[in-house]
């Protein structure tokens, strides 16, 4: 029986043999391929295949983002949907953690250099890989160390010259950072006046003299030099990796004398243009006397003090005297002998809300109300304006600061006049009733809002 057993076995293989190779020809298994791609935090719901899968990419310290996983077959990108149709698994090593899925979100707190690996897993246990290495970077940060802004002793004269210092933060090991000094007599054009290229961090001095010819031009003005630095890693596209100083400026100092130039530099914040201002400075010395006196007759002013003796405490206050809405302005500061000084700006801030009330309480039905708007401050902004009636929008005619509508009520409506001023400060949320009797309107309140 056994004999018989092994003759069929026999018999089987042989016929088998004879007939076609049962081996898989590999021309018809998909080529598989998976690479990596990583999506920042602020383009979540952005397709993946926008962000390109590459070998290294930098980010900024804190950055959040999706790993995700892309699989081609035979060179072709396939859906997530059919992954499934071709892969076991995807298995994520990220900072000695691991993780099993298609994508994952990841934050990255810490500056450092971070391996990404994927591992997929295809249905005949072959094993692809992809890897990532992404440098987290602290944001480039630079910042003007000297001269100080407004320095005003500097000797143009002088063969020493100026020194420049700036502070870079934010520079990593992996990183080639570039600073570049910008330096000229006029403001609007430093971005155009590349000088050299400076220390990030460190010190970097220009020889004098700056200036040349007769000295006595600068008896009682000064030459301002406006300059700025960059820092930033050569050829990057990425923000975080370049920063920009403020525009600075230092003057040159005053020659053959001990006193100096005084510039105060005025501005009433949101002041409409159709305003005049009417206000005063009074500039005063430590003994609290008054040195100088000036009107403020224009929005923005700067006024110019020559000859002043230096002092260890001035004082500037400026008030205006018609636009009560507008606080007064205080500032102290010492002034050194033959100094060209700039002050900051004084600004003037209007923080008042404007005002309105009915012109009457009571009106004729069918005749126009009026209000009267107020503002003693930066003006009534008069695009500003909506008058609500039984809480629909009305129509309404603004001359000067006079308000003028027709409230078409039967009976009892809520009325609301709505309103700011070119400070921004918006009219308070009170309304009114108005009130039909008979053949007359009345305009009730102000009330709160629920309080009708």
């Keep these: 029986m056994k004999s018989r057993l092994f003759i069929l076995i026999g018999t089987l293989l042989w016929i088998l043999g004879c007939g076609d190779d049962p081996r898989v020809d590999g021309g018809d298994i998909p080529k598989l391929q998976s690479y990596i791609h990583f999506v920042p935090s602020s383009y979540y719901g952005t397709s993946y295949l926008q962000f390109a899968s590459v070998r290294t990419k930098e980010i900024p310290q804190g950055e959040s983002g999706r790993l995700v996983a892309e699989i081609r077959v035979d060179g072709s990108s396939i859906s997530s949907d059919y992954a499934s149709d071709y892969i076991q698994n995807f298995i994520w090593m990220v900072d000695d953690k691991s993780y099993i899925s298609s994508s994952l979100t990841q934050t990255f707190p810490d500056t450092g250099i ?65 600073c570049k000094l910008y330096i000229s007599l006029e403001k609007s054009t430093v971005w155009e006046s590349f000088y050299d290229t400076i220390p990030c961090n460190g010190s970097y001095t220009i020889p004098g003299p700056f200036l040349s010819g007769d000295s006595t031009l600068l008896a009682d003005t000064a030459i301002a030099f406006y300059w700025a630095a960059t820092a930033e890693v050569p050829d990057t596209e990425l923000e975080f990796n370049t920063d920009t100083t403020s525009i600075q400026v230092f003057y040159s100092a005053l020659i053959g004398t001990d006193s100096s130039h005084l510039v ?28 100088a006196q000036r009107s403020i007759l224009s929005n923005p002013s700067a006024f110019h003090f020559t000859r002043i003796s230096p002092d260890t405490l001035l004082t500037v206050t400026v008030f205006d005297t018609t636009l009560s809405e507008y606080g007064k302005a205080v500032q102290s500061f010492s002034l050194s002998k033959s100094s060209y000084f ?24 069918g005749d126009s109300v009026q209000f009267y708007l107020y503002d003693g401050g930066s003006g009534v902004s008069q695009n500003s304006i909506t008058v609500m009636l039984a809480s629909d929008t009305i129509g309404y005619r603004i001359h000067g600061d006079v308000v003028t509508f027709i409230p078409r009520c039967a009976l009892q409506c809520e009325l609301a006049i709505s309103f700011r001023d070119y400070a921004g400060n918006p009219s308070s949320s009170v309304i009114w009733n108005v009130k039909r009797d008979g053949d007359s309107l009345n305009v009730l309140g102000p009330y709160n809002p629920g309080d009708l």
């Design 114 to 178: 971070f391996d990404v690996e994927l591992k997929t897993i295809d249905f005949f246990n072959d094993t692809l890989k992809d890897t990532l290495t992404l440098y987290v970077t602290t944001p480039l940060s630079i910042l003007p160390q000297n001269p100080t802004n407004g320095f005003n002793t500097f000797s143009a004269f002088d063969s020493a010259g100026m020194t420049f210092e700036i502070q870079t933060l934010g520079i990593n090991s992996w990183q080639d950072v570039v």
């Design 264 to 291: 105060i530099p005025i501005r009433y914040r949101s002041l409409a243009s159709s305003i005049t201002p009417r206000g005063t400075l009074l500039l005063q010395n430590s003994k609290g006397d008054t040195i």
């Design 342 to 365: 700039v002050l900051d700006t004084l600004d003037l801030y209007d923080s008042v809300p404007p005002v309105r009330i009915p012109a009457k309480s009571r009106y004729a039905y």
